[in-house]
């Protein structure tokens, strides 16, 4: 486990590529599902101000 | 638009392709969890240490799959433009408009996972050779067509001044792809795509990293699903059907 974890000398680059690319991933999820929840908050909202 | 097939049409309609996007997100997410997780746990442990980088040619399984995701996410992004243009299609630029921010964030992500690679390989976290510089272009030109699109009040008109953007950018991405080759650069030739005979051969290499870039672009239909019903809301937002779903009628 160590051994794994310490990845021959290189464990601060290839762990942080892909805890970077973690964030990346999960980032761009709660940034679409916001973009569309708020798109739906202002579409309600000019609905309503229509009528 | 006489020549285009039936289901064109269809997918064309923005409140059938809401559905679609909608009943489609959850599968497409999960198929890119399992494929992501797969690629990770391939690329990690079973693959074999390289004879070159040992332990640091791992980076390649979150560097290529990004790198690669940031042209695919570029291609959709401008013929999606380019149909918005030439058949007027709405729903087009909602998915060009999608494309731009995830399309960002993974060339930001290509940049950094290859700096990253950089330093413990080359000595340096950036250097000014071909392959970096036009990715480095990419970005710019992702921000270029979101900071366009945000600056044009009306919608209509922002679709199409930042639509022309992203169709004139498509030069870049073969410069990218064979920046490599034309120039004398730092960056290493291409790993896979050399027809016939990719470099990585050795199986237990290569199969992690296509299945974390399937995983990668699944995992952005995932994302694009989710953005492009945001911004369908946004153009159509005045429609019966929109104020349907919203369910307040």
């Known amino acids: 486990m160590q051994e794994f974890l310490n990845m021959g000398g290189y464990a601060g680059y290839v762990w942080g590529a892909f805890g970077l690319t973690t964030v990346v991933l999960l980032l761009n999820v709660v940034l679409a599902r916001r973009y569309h929840r708020q798109a739906a908050i202002r579409a309600r909202r000019r609905h309503g101000s229509l009528s | 638009m006489k020549f285009l097939p039936k289901f064109v049409h269809r997918l064309a309609s923005p409140p059938h392709f809401y559905r679609l996007a909608e009943r489609w997100t959850p599968w497409l997410g ?6 992501i997780l797969a690629g990770a746990y391939g690329g990690l442990v079973i ?9 640091g040619f791992r980076i390649i399984y979150v ?15 401008a013929s999606a433009a380019a149909v918005g243009l030439i058949w007027r299609i709405k729903l087009a630029h909602a998915v060009a408009a999608s494309c731009a921010p995830v399309g960002a964030w993974f060339t930001f992500l290509a940049l950094a996972t290859g700096a990253i690679w950089g330093k413990p390989m080359w000595g340096a976290w950036w250097v ?3 392959r970096l510089t036009s990715e480095l272009v990419l970005l710019f030109l992702y921000l270029g067509y979101i900071a366009l699109h945000g600056a044009i009040d ?8 930042a639509g022309l953007l992203a169709v004139v950018g498509v030069v870049n991405v073969p410069i990218i792809h064979y920046s490599v080759e034309w120039w004398t650069t730092l960056h290493q030739p291409a790993s896979i ?3 016939g005979s990719p470099s990585i ?16 672009m699944v995992y952005f239909a995932a994302v694009l699903a989710i953005r492009v019903r945001g911004e369908v809301l946004e153009r159509e937002w005045h429609k019966r059907w929109v104020s349907e779903i919203l369910g307040d009628t």
């Open chain 2, 154 to 161: 009306e919608r209509t008109r922002a679709d199409r001044a």
């Open chain 2, 193 to 195: 795509t050399k027809m």
């Open chain 2, 30 to 35: 999960l198929v890119a969890i399992v494929l």
């Open chain 2, 47 to 55: 693959a074999p240490v390289d004879y070159q980088m040992g332990d």
């Open chain 2, 201 to 216: 051969r050795d199986p237990a290499m290569l199969i992690p990293l296509l299945i974390m870039s399937i995983g990668f």
């Open chain 2, 63 to 77: 560097h290529v799959p990004s790198a690669w995701l940031s042209l695919l996410v570029y291609m959709v992004m």
């Open chain 2, 128 to 130: 000014w050779d071909a």
